[in-house]
């Protein structure tokens, strides 16, 4: 365990037993715990695994590159056909996690062997987007983010990426990725706020 996520777990809120029950599961199966992007993430020799999030309907373990995995039990949800590494198991109570232990621990340690055999998820071109430099290295850099962003429906996905493109200054560029980050992260496009588009 790395005190510095433990405040993490103290203030999950209703999740705060699943979550802990979770953070066991995982840590069990060897990875280390750090916290990135504001939430628990857990790593084998620098690269991300799995990480712990909680939503208003249910908490969830993500598994990165959980697209991979061969799913035997048919148990990872893709949020939309948008999503293309990122795979979630959900769960609304402490007991299911429980009940899924020996499962959670099998998938953790498929996802390692993943990781360990170099393995990639080819990810689809998007055709008719061509990112600002600044977006594309967001995207990179937080996984959270480019989940919730692929999450999008194109046409949102389009007018974010029309709206960061636009400037030819990098700074408003950075500026307005920067500003609209925390929209895209709880779903809602560029049009959905209008006090978000602020120049």
């Known amino acids: 365990m790395n ?39 857990y790593t084998f020799q620098k690269s991300n695994i799995v990480l712990l999030h909680g939503f208003k309907e249910y908490c969830a373990i993500l598994f990165i590159k959980g697209a991979l995995l061969h799913d035997a039990e048919d148990i990872l949800i893709q949020q939309t056909e948008n999503v293309q590494a990122g795979r979630q198991i959900r769960f609304t109570d402490v007991h299911q996690i429980i009940e899924l232990e020996s499962t959670l621990k099998a998938y953790i340690f498929e996802a390692i062997e993943v990781e360990k055999a170099g393995l990639e998820v080819v990810f689809k071109k998007h055709t008719e987007l061509t990112f600002p430099e600044e977006f594309q290295k967001k995207l990179e850099d937080n996984p959270i983010l480019k989940t919730a962003f692929e999450a999008l429906t194109p046409g949102r996905q389009k007018a974010y990426n029309f709206y960061f493109s636009e400037p030819k200054q990098a700074k408003t560029r950075e500026a307005r990725i920067e500003k609209c980050m925390e929209m895209i992260l709880i779903g809602k496009g560029l049009n959905d706020d209008y006090q978000k588009r602020q120049k």
Do not use: H, Y
Request: charged content about 25%.
């Open 3 to 41: 005190p510095n996520v433990d405040f993490f777990f103290n203030k999950s809120g209703k999740w705060q037993s699943e979550m802990e029950q979770l953070r066991k599961i995982v840590l069990a199966c060897g990875l280390t715990e750090a916290l990135k992007w504001g939430v628990p993430c």
